[in-house]
C-alpha cells in the first residue's frame, strides 16, 4: 500500500460508526480527501484533539485496497485553533467559511492557488466577505464580472452554491423561498450603492 504525506485543514469530520469516523480535508498536494479515521471516536483517541474542524495538520495517509483512504496519523497546529477559538463570532465565522469550501469542491481535484487562499484567509482572519469573493474567484466564479441570473443586474449580492449563479438582492427574495438558506451565501455587504439608491 502507498503511503501519501501532504499538509492539510480540517473541514468537516463525522460518524462512521461506534469508534471510527470520516475526516474532510483539504490537502495542499490532492485537494479534498475524505479519509477514513480509525478509532477516532474512542475516549482515548490520540488523534481526536488534533482533527477539529478548522485544523491545519501534516496527514500521512493510505490508499486501502477497498479503494478508500485511511488516515494513519495526523499532528494539528494547536496554537492556531486556540486562536480562533478563544473568540466565539471568529469561529463560527469561520466554521460557515470551510463549509463552503467543502460544498465547493470535489475529491482528488488539486487547486494550489485554492490551498493557498483557504491558508490566507485562516491566518489572517479576513472579513467573511472577502473570503467569500476569494474563494469564489480562484473557483471560476469572479464576483467582480458576475451578473444576477435572473435580471443581469450587476450588482450582484449573493451566490447560490447549489446552482452556481449570482443572485441581486431584488431576485435573492424569491430564491430565498425555494432555496435552503444555507445554499445562499451573502458575498458583499447590504450597505451597497444600489440599495442606498433605492432609498433616495
Known amino acids: 500500500m502507498l503511503e501519501y504525506y501532504s499538509e492539510a485543514i ?9 469508534t471510527d ?15 477514513k479515521a480509525k478509532g477516532l471516536r474512542r475516549i482515548l483517541s490520540k488523534s481526536n484533539p488534533h482533527l477539529e474542524p478548522l485544523s491545519f495538520v501534516k496527514i500521512r495517509l493510505i490508499n486501502n485496497k477497498n ?36 460544498d465547493m469542491t470535489f475529491e482528488f481535484q488539486p487547486d494550489l492557488l485554492l490551498w493557498q487562499v483557504i491558508k490566507e484567509i ?9 473570503a467569500y469573493q476569494l474563494i469564489l474567484k480562484v473557483s471560476g466564479f469572479n ?12 450588482n450582484t449580492f449573493y451566490f447560490n452554491k447549489v446552482d452556481n449563479e449570482f443572485l441581486c438582492l431584488k431576485c ?3 430564491a430565498f ?20 439608491s433605492q432609498k433616495i
Not at 475526516?23 to 479519509?35: N, S
Open 67 to 102: 479503494g478508500y483512504f485511511q488516515l494513519i496519523d495526523a499532528l494539528s497546529d494547536k496554537e492556531n485553533l486556540k486562536k480562533i477559538k478563544g473568540n466565539q463570532e471568529s469561529l463560527i465565522k469561520h466554521l460557515r467559511i470551510i463549509n463552503f469550501i467543502d
Open 172 to 174: 435573492s427574495l424569491p
Open 21 to 35: 469516523g470520516l475526516i474532510y480535508f483539504y490537502t495542499e498536494q490532492f485537494g479534498k480527501v475524505i479519509a
Open 10 to 18: 480540517v473541514l468537516n469530520k463525522e460518524a462512521l460508526n461506534d
Open 143 to 154: 464576483p467582480e464580472f458576475s451578473q444576477c441570473a435572473v435580471c443581469s443586474n450587476k
Open 122 to 130: 485562516i491566518k489572517r482572519d479576513l472579513d467573511e466577505f472577502q
Open 177 to 196: 423561498k425555494t432555496a435552503k438558506n444555507a445554499d445562499l451565501i451573502k458575498i458583499r455587504s447590504s450597505q451597497s450603492n444600489f440599495e442606498r
